[in-house]
């Protein structure tokens, strides 16, 4: 993140704003919650994981197969909050609604076994908040991400022929991973294989998880995957394809993918003739890096 240069910016923006805070006391957290509840037309809470499921679905649904959450609860979960809000605050009010009912907060989430930073279930999205995180912006940060990571599962579901595309870009002897385990456990140590298109280590896990890591980048980190795709033709190829995928859904983003750079670095895809057998997977946890 290159916060360096905005350093002067926010000192003076703080000095301005230290007088007002004594006038106006800040929003608790589960007022700040009513607030995001309110503007994106979605249910936000944490607590018992038994009840994390929405109207029209049971306590069933909230059982995730082969995932294990923890409980937490909102006042511990100040700097999830503002990573969701962040993160959120990206989109236009009405697009969210349109694909979850509603995002919860867990404590640890594990899969299979393994940490993860966020997962879904059929109307909504879980995130982590992780204890021994607190404090150090661990949190913040996979929120800001994991929202982004989770919500783009929904998006992609809603396009299949951009998944086939998406498919088809994989390298010649890609194979997906062959359980959650292995794809959360895939260590981040290693180098990223820009040159086939991969924006991680867990990305090369499965299509799924690409196009959820693209996502991440692309409204998490926009600038590093400018940079990126200005410098691999593989990389501005997928970029392409998620823009589509995410215009089609809401115009309103395209000014978003035009501000950010991202539209100017993108190269559209040729027409493809493919022709293969696609094992649609269901591997799209969040990854942890630790």
Not at 114 to 142: F, V
Not at 239 to 261: M, R
Request: net charge negative.
């Amino acid at each position: 993140m290159e916060f360096n240069k905005y350093f002067k910016l926010i000192g003076l923006v703080a000095l301005v704003l230290s007088g007002l805070q004594g006038c106006q006391p800040s929003l608790s957290n589960s007022e700040k919650v009513t607030h995001l509840s309110d503007k994106y037309s979605i249910e936000i809470k944490a607590g018992n994981p038994a009840l994390f499921y929405t109207q029209g679905y049971s306590p069933k649904d909230a059982l995730l197969t082969d995932i294990e959450l923890t409980r937490t609860s909102l006042s511990q979960a100040s700097e999830v909050i503002e990573g969701m809000s962040q993160a959120l605050g990206i989109y236009p009010d009405k697009f969210v609604n349109k694909y979850i009912d509603a995002i919860f907060i867990a404590g640890d989430i594990k899969i299979e076994g393994a940490e993860a930073g966020g997962t879904y279930g059929p109307k909504w999205i879980i995130l982590s908040n992780t204890p021994e995180w607190n404090g150090t912006g661990a949190n913040h940060e996979n929120a800001r991400y994991a929202v982004h990571h989770e919500l783009s599962s929904f998006v992609l579901a809603r396009h299949p022929e951009s998944r086939i595309i998406w498919h088809s870009m994989m390298p010649e002897s890609w194979a997906s991973a062959t359980s959650d385990y292995k794809a959360l456990t895939t260590s981040s140590s290693q180098p990223v294989n820009y040159q086939q298109g991969f924006l991680s280590k867990y990305a090369e896990s499965s299509v799924g998880n690409d196009f959820n890591v693209y996502a991440e980048h692309a409204f998490g980190d926009p600038n590093n995957l400018k940079a990126l795709a200005s410098e691999h033709a593989i990389i501005a190829q997928k970029l392409a394809i998620l823009i589509s995928v995410y215009i089609n859904e809401e115009p309103q983003l395209k000014s978003y993918f035009k501000e950010t750079g991202l539209t100017a670095v993108a190269q559209p895809v040729n027409q493809l003739e493919v022709s293969f057998d696609i094992n649609v997977d269901n591997i799209k946890p969040t990854k942890v890096e630790q």
